[in-house]
């Protein structure tokens, strides 16, 4: 690989802002993670495919990434480069919104309340972006992105776009036909219905209440550890196997929510692998439920 080539053709790059040896934990709701060969940020659709080309041609590994929020990276930092997609727009056409894989969840819920329509308001507290919700489907208090996004468009690592249409997606619980492929969503197209303004403005605050209660909101983390067993909820059999509040080093399963787990202010990825490994193993002994991440793990651990 002509690493030295490849930096000088990629700082070339229009619309991308370019970063050697970043720090991930800058870029992670858990605020853990090694350093990344390089860390770009794409601006358009354009300077993303420009992008992926050139680490096809040059043998360069990749990953592309939202917000951060559902990732683990580990000590030892990425080889290769990450590419965040920061292309942010939307547009509001009757009862549906167009809207750039890089909007926040919170920004798109209140461009959708000032527009008067209603459906985003669970999505209002999940701190990620609109292009990781729905590679993963995300969802939360019964309603997840399958519930309106009915179409998307993308482009694949080989320099190709597409567009996705209604069941095309192949939506399940936290999956799409997205998840762990080559496509990377960059636009998508959502499908709201009319409502009173002030309804969802106090169905926003209502369930940023409910967050605030129950999640351990102050504390750095990716949110809900594991997916949920079926027939269980991953939290219960956590708590009820006398894990609520287990530390190691720096992670704790947080005691106000213990489907969470947490730094606490200096974990280290390892700590984290550690943890949920001794949290899977202690399920599975003591109420034969498997439990699986639903947090995405990358880098060198």
Do not use: W
């Not at 605020?31 to 043998?59: M, P, Q, R, T, W």
């Not at 308001?121 to 009915?150: Q, T």
């Not at 998307?152 to 776009?161: F, L, R």
């Not at 200096?266 to 692998?273: E, K, W």
Request: glycine content about 10%; overall charge neutral; charged content about 20%.
């Amino acid at each position: 690989m002509q690493k030295t080539e490849f930096s000088r053709l990629l700082t070339k790059t229009k619309d991308a802002d370019i970063y050697f040896n970043e720090p991930m934990k800058n870029h992670t709701t858990f605020k853990i993670g090694g350093n990344a060969d390089v860390f770009i940020i794409a601006k358009s659709e354009d300077s993303l495919l420009s992008i992926l080309l050139l680490c096809k041609e040059y043998n360069i590994p990749f990953y592309v990434i939202g917000a951060g929020s559902n990732l683990l990276v580990g000590d030892k930092g990425i080889r290769g480069a990450v590419i965040k997609y920061g292309s942010n727009q939307a547009v509001c056409n009757g009862n549906v919104i167009t809207a750039e894989a890089g909007i926040s969840l919170a920004a798109l819920s209140k461009f959708a309340l000032s527009n008067s329509l209603s459906g985003l308001e669970f999505a209002s507290g999940i701190p990620g972006f609109l292009g990781g919700a729905v590679y993963m489907n995300a969802g939360a208090y019964g309603s997840e992105m399958k519930d309106i996004v009915f179409e998307t468009e993308y482009v694949d690592s080989d320099g190709n776009t597409g567009v996705l249409k209604d069941d095309e997606h192949q939506f399940s619980y936290r999956h799409s036909i997205y998840t762990n492929s080559n496509k990377y969503v960059t636009l998508a197209k959502i499908r709201l219905i009319p409502a009173d303004k002030a309804q969802i403005s106090a169905r926003m605050a209502e369930l940023s209440k409910k967050r605030s209660e129950k999640q351990p909101l102050t504390y750095p983390s990716a949110g809900s550890t594991f997916k949920r067993p079926e027939g269980h909820f991953a939290a219960k059999l956590i708590e009820d196997a006398g894990l609520k509040g287990y530390t190691i080093g720096g992670a704790m399963v947080s005691e106000k929510h213990s489907g969470f787990v947490i730094n606490t202010g200096d974990a280290t990825a390892s700590d984290v692998l550690k943890l949920t490994e001794h949290i899977k193993n202690t399920v599975m002994t003591k109420f034969n439920v498997e439990l699986n991440c639903e947090i995405k793990m990358i880098g060198e651990f």
